[in-house]
């Protein structure tokens, strides 16, 4: 069902809200080239040619998951997606991928306006790669103290995502992030991502200097998303408590924090992680190798939930924004209702300054 407004809203204060919403994005929409600055994180499996073009064509501003990809299978998603819409769309690479430089080739070859740098900070050198090339660069940003050195390499736009956010994720909240880093970064756009659902925080973000706002786990159970059927009807039954970061047993074995529903293979990676700990105590297995097994525990467990449907054994990779996530919509009613909750918002506070 399509938003609707409240009847409390004048249509005064409902044009008055939509036009300091315009205001307040202004500057995140003129640097994506879209409706609204609305970004869709990259989620690999998810973010694939069919998602990303309707959130394209709807408006905001999808973003191709590179992921594992080589670069010839990477430039076959761009020429596919590209063939479905010839709204701006941005491609989203891994700093660590051992092809990144055939990846940054396949990205200006095919012309792609926008690439997000995810997964570490880039190189000054894959920066000026990408920007010679024609291409807008767009990196997390962790925290504020690195952000002048990336400008100085040329990065054009910031993402700050907090940890409520699903897949990998660092330490500290969105709100958080939000208040150490938009009073300090000008000089570029910041967006901000983490655990964002509703237009109400969109345009909290936005009111403290965000130039937009990006979203992931909102789009998973879009129409037009390839998730599996089981995929998305364990989004739409969890809450924001169901989310749940993984957890390390032994800092001598470090693992890299994941947030994602919890399911039996959640309760198996503890049994594992606690039977290769032994194992290793006992002397039965070298440190590099006990360190190989716990990370390999989850190989292939998101394709396995996304693409297969098995929502036991596989990674349900979630934001805690996964509670907002109640049926299954097309992207451009979910576009819609958070762009008129935003507005919403904001012409409630514009009716209260009047009273």
């Known amino acids: 069902m399509a938003w609707t407004a409240p009847e409390s809203l004048t249509d005064g204060a409902a044009r008055r809200g939509a036009e300091r919403l315009d205001r307040l994005w202004r500057r995140g929409r003129e640097f994506l080239g879209t409706r609204y600055a609305l970004m869709c994180g990259a989620m690999t499996w998810v973010s694939e040619r069919n ?122 909240s969105t709100s958080v ?9 000008r000089d570029v756009p910041v967006f901000v991502a983490g655990g964002i659902g509703r237009g109400e ?18 789009f998973v159970c879009a129409t037009e998303s390839i998730a599996h059927p089981k995929f998305k009807q364990a989004f739409i039954r969890a809450s924001a408590r169901d989310a749940m970061p993984s957890q390390q047993l032994d800092p001598r074995f470090p693992v890299i924090p994941v947030r994602a529903l919890v399911n039996k293979a959640t309760e198996r990676f503890l049994e594992t992680q606690r039977d290769v700990i032994d194992r290793f105590n006992r002397g039965e297995l070298p440190r590099d190798q006990a360190q190989l097994a716990i990370e ?28 907002m996530v109640t049926c299954e919509q097309p ?17 409630a506070r514009d009716q209260i300054g009047d009273a």
């Not at 690479?93 to 200006?108: K, R, S, T, W």
């Not at 525990?297 to 054994?313: I, M």
Request: glycine fraction near 12%; include cysteine.
């Open 51 to 172: 998602l990303v073009s309707a959130i394209s064509e709807g408006g905001g501003f999808g973003v191709l998951a590179c992921g594992a990809m080589k670069p010839d299978r990477l430039a076959e998603e761009i020429r596919a997606t590209q063939a479905k819409t010839k709204k701006p769309f941005g491609v989203n690479l891994i700093v660590m991928h051992p092809e990144l430089d055939g990846l940054v080739d396949a990205c200006l070859a095919e012309k792609v306006s926008h690439v997000v740098l995810a997964g570490g900070l880039p190189s000054a050198a894959v920066v000026k790669k990408l920007k010679d090339g024609g291409a807008k660069v767009m990196t997390f940003l962790p925290a504020a103290i690195v952000a002048k050195k990336l400008v100085r390499s040329g990065v054009d736009a910031f993402i700050t995502e907090g940890a409520e956010a699903g897949g990998h994720i660092g330490a500290v």
């Open 177 to 185: 992030l939000a208040q150490e880093i938009l009073p300090e970064v």
């Open 201 to 218: 925080a969109i345009a909290s973000y936005l009111e403290m200097g965000a130039a937009g706002c990006q979203l992931g786990t909102r």
């Open 296 to 323: 390999h525990f989850w190989a292939g467990a998101l394709r396995r939930a996304v693409v297969d449907g098995d929502v036991e054994t596989g990674s349900l990779m979630a934001g805690q924004s996964v509670g």
């Open 331 to 347: 992207v451009a009613e979910i576009l819609e209702e958070l762009v008129g909750q935003a507005i919403c918002a904001l012409a």
